[in-house]
C-alpha cells in the first residue's frame, strides 16, 4: 500500500510536458481571425478530407474578410469623388495554403490571402456620362410636411450617381432597398387599398413616380409599373409608379449602347431627375406631359393633418 502511495505522489511531481497546438491560425491585419485543425476535416474513418466541411469554412471566411468596393459619385458642388477598391477572399490562394497544412505535420500559421474587387463606377466612366442631358423631370410637395420630405430626400439621395449600364434592368427596389426606421426613414402618409394611411417611407412613391417620367421622357424601356389604387397629385392622371418593398417594383431597361447616370435632387418642396449620358448616345425620346406646379392640398381628419399624396 505504502509502495503505491509513493509512485502515485512520484507521478504527480513529474514535470507536465506542455500540448503543442497542432492547429491552422488564419490572421488578417496581424490579428487571428479563426483557428481549425485538420481532424476537423477529415472523416473519421476513411481518413479523407471531408469537402462539404471545407467549402464551409471558405464561404464564412470570404464573408468574414469581403468588404465591398464603393463606387466613384457625384457631390453636391458637381466635383466628382472617386470610388473605393474593396477586396474578398482569394480562394485559389487561400486553398493552396490549407492544402499544404491538411497534408503536412504540425501547425501552421497564414496570412488571409485577398483579391482586389474594384468598383463597377468610377471616376473616369462617370466623367464621360455626365456629359449630355437626355431627359428631366420635376415633382413637386409640400416641404411643410417635414417627415414626407425627409423621406423623399432619403430615397432621392440612395438614387443619386447611379449609373444602369447597356442592357442592364434597374430595380428601384432594389436600389433604393428597404425603407426602414434603422435607415432613417420615417413614418408618412401612404395609400393603403385605396385609402390613406401612416406607414414608414411615405412619400418614397413621389420618388419613383417621377424617375419613371424622367425615364419614359429619355426613352427608356419601361419593364415593370403600377399605378396607384387611387389618383395622386403630384403627377398627371395615369403617370404615377407605386414601389412597396414587398410588393410593386419600379424597373426599366436601358436599351441604349451606352451607359446612363441618374441624378436626383430635392429642391425646397420639389424632386428633380436628370438623366444623362456620353456624347455617343442617339435618344429616341418621348413627349411627356409636365407635373402641375401646384401643391398638393392636405387634408384635416381627426385632428391629424394627413397628405392628400403617398
Known amino acids: 500500500m505504502r509502495l503505491l502511495m509513493l509512485a502515485g505522489i512520484l507521478l504527480l511531481t513529474q514535470p507536465q510536458t506542455a500540448t503543442v497546438s497542432d492547429d491552422l491560425t488564419i490572421t488578417q491585419h496581424g490579428q487571428t481571425i479563426v483557428e481549425v485543425n485538420r481532424s476537423d476535416y477529415t472523416y473519421p474513418l476513411a481518413q479523407m478530407m471531408n469537402q462539404e466541411k471545407y467549402n464551409q469554412l471558405i464561404n464564412k471566411l470570404d464573408r468574414q474578410v469581403f468588404q465591398a468596393p464603393v463606387n466613384a459619385r457625384i457631390d453636391e458642388q458637381g466635383a466628382i469623388v472617386p470610388g473605393k477598391t474593396g477586396h474578398k477572399l ?18 501552421a500559421k497564414v496570412q488571409v490571402p485577398l ?19 437626355i431627359s428631366q423631370y420635376v415633382t413637386f410637395f409640400n416641404s411643410g410636411n417635414k417627415s414626407r420630405a425627409h423621406n423623399i430626400d432619403l430615397a432621392a439621395k440612395a438614387l443619386d450617381s447611379h449609373v444602369v449600364f447597356p442592357n442592364e434592368t434597374f430595380s428601384f427596389n432594389q436600389t433604393v432597398g428597404m425603407r426602414t426606421k434603422e435607415k432613417g426613414y420615417r413614418s408618412a402618409p401612404i395609400i393603403v387599398r385605396g385609402e390613406f394611411s401612416e406607414g414608414v417611407g411615405g412619400g418614397v412613391c413621389q420618388v419613383s413616380s417621377t424617375l ?15 399605378s396607384h389604387s387611387r389618383r395622386v397629385a403630384y403627377v398627371p392622371s395615369g403617370r404615377d ?30 424632386i428633380a431627375f436628370a438623366i444623362y449620358s456620353s456624347d455617343m448616345i442617339n435618344v429616341a425620346p418621348r413627349k411627356i406631359p409636365n407635373a402641375s406646379t401646384h401643391l398638393p392640398k392636405e387634408i384635416k381628419k381627426d385632428e391629424d393633418i394627413r397628405s392628400s399624396v403617398p
Open 90 to 107: 482569394y480562394r485559389s490562394v487561400f486553398k493552396d495554403r490549407f492544402y499544404r497544412y491538411y497534408f503536412g505535420h504540425g501547425p
Open 115 to 133: 483579391i482586389d474587387v474594384y468598383p463597377k463606377v468610377d471616376g473616369e466612366l462617370l466623367a464621360n456620362i455626365r456629359e449630355q442631358k
Open 212 to 226: 419613371f417620367n424622367a425615364a419614359d421622357r429619355a426613352g427608356l424601356k419601361i419593364v415593370e409599373r403600377y
Open 241 to 270: 409608379a407605386t414601389v412597396s418593398w414587398y410588393g410593386p417594383d419600379f424597373r426599366f431597361k436601358n436599351t441604349y449602347n451606352q451607359p446612363i447616370l441618374i441624378r436626383a435632387h430635392k429642391y425646397g418642396g420639389s
